[in-house]
């Protein structure tokens, strides 16, 4: 079964996004636990709140184990920089505290940026804030997940390896509580050439799942605005940017999309919703509807 949601617009709390999810038809969800502008290293989150939250997911018919809670974009946990890099550290160990609380499948996070720094260290400095979220919070069934990059920069996770890299930092009795996704506009835009035919899509998540030792735990279905190997994070609507439609029935239909949650982070029509409007955004609706065409149709 194919899991098709979106990041939805949060107005009114969290159970809010879920119900605007499952009004939308969706099957998965993505979240943000806390302001993603900020580091958030001392926000937890209140019992009340976490039991409003898994109602408006039953309500919703949406499994918690197809819930991603997105990591704070301001997170740099590649970072030579020591004091950075410690508020980074305590930041992604209070999300994946949040998300733990919560329930979810997992928390994804941007590994950052080497700076000045060399990237193989870099990625050493990412496996170690891992380490100590991992240390912080008590094992339950939500995943801390590296999220791969567009490549901008200096930024880390862009390669299998590199993924791979700062996944060989766990140690192996806590490996099974990590793991990562795979965004297709960051694919695309860091040069893989996952348009170009299904056989160059496959070979993509082939590497990948070769470096690592597993699959994806997570997809994004992102159109992208930029070219390949542009290194532009710039999202586009399914079929509206420079991957095309065709593409993503090809991965859709891959064995690695089955049973996870496959999230788009699209623009939406609406970009401000009262806070009690549970209506989903029209735009989501269709590109659901769209990926789920595609998805049946393409050769």
């Known amino acids: 079964m194919l899991h098709i949601g979106a990041h939805c617009i949060d107005a009114g709390g969290i159970p809010m996004a879920a119900r605007r999810a499952g009004n939308g038809g969706m099957q998965a969800l993505q979240i943000f636990s806390a302001i993603p502008k900020y580091y958030n290293d001392k926000v937890g989150v209140k019992p009340d709140r976490v039991a409003r939250f898994v109602e408006a997911l039953e309500a919703a018919g949406i499994s918690p184990d197809q819930v991603i809670v997105h990591a704070a974009y301001v997170l740099n946990c590649a970072t030579p920089d020591d004091e950075k890099w410690s508020r980074a550290a305590a930041g992604l160990a209070k999300e994946f505290e949040r998300s733990s609380a919560l329930g979810v499948r997992g928390v994804c996070f941007h590994p950052g940026a080497a700076t000045t720094g060399d990237r193989t260290e870099a990625c050493e400095r990412v496996s170690e804030a891992m380490r100590r979220a991992l240390a912080t919070v008590p094992e339950s069934g939500t995943r801390l997940l590296i999220e791969n ?84 994070d710039r999202h586009a609507r399914i079929g509206q940017g420079l991957i095309g439609a065709t593409p993503f029935g090809w991965l859709l239909q891959d064995r690695r999309a089955a049973g996870i949650p496959l999230i788009l982070e699209t623009p939406q029509a609406v970009s401000e919703v009262a806070e009690d409007d549970a209506t989903p955004d029209p735009w989501e609706v269709e590109d659901v509807a769209l990926l789920r065409q595609l998805a049946q149709d393409t050769p």
Not at 151 to 174: C, H, K, N
Not at 197 to 224: C, I
Request: proline fraction near 6%.
């Open 149 to 232: 990059t567009a490549g901008a920069g200096t930024t880390v996770g862009r390669t299998p390896d590199e993924v791979a890299l700062m996944l060989s930092g766990i140690p192996a009795d806590q490996r099974h509580r990590t793991g990562y996704g795979l965004d297709t506009c960051h694919l695309f835009a860091s040069g893989f050439p996952i348009a170009e035919s299904r056989e160059a899509l496959t070979g993509v998540l082939d590497a990948f799942e070769a470096a690592t030792g597993e699959p994806p735990a997570f997809l994004h279905l992102n159109d992208s605005e930029g070219a390949m190997g542009s290194n532009k």
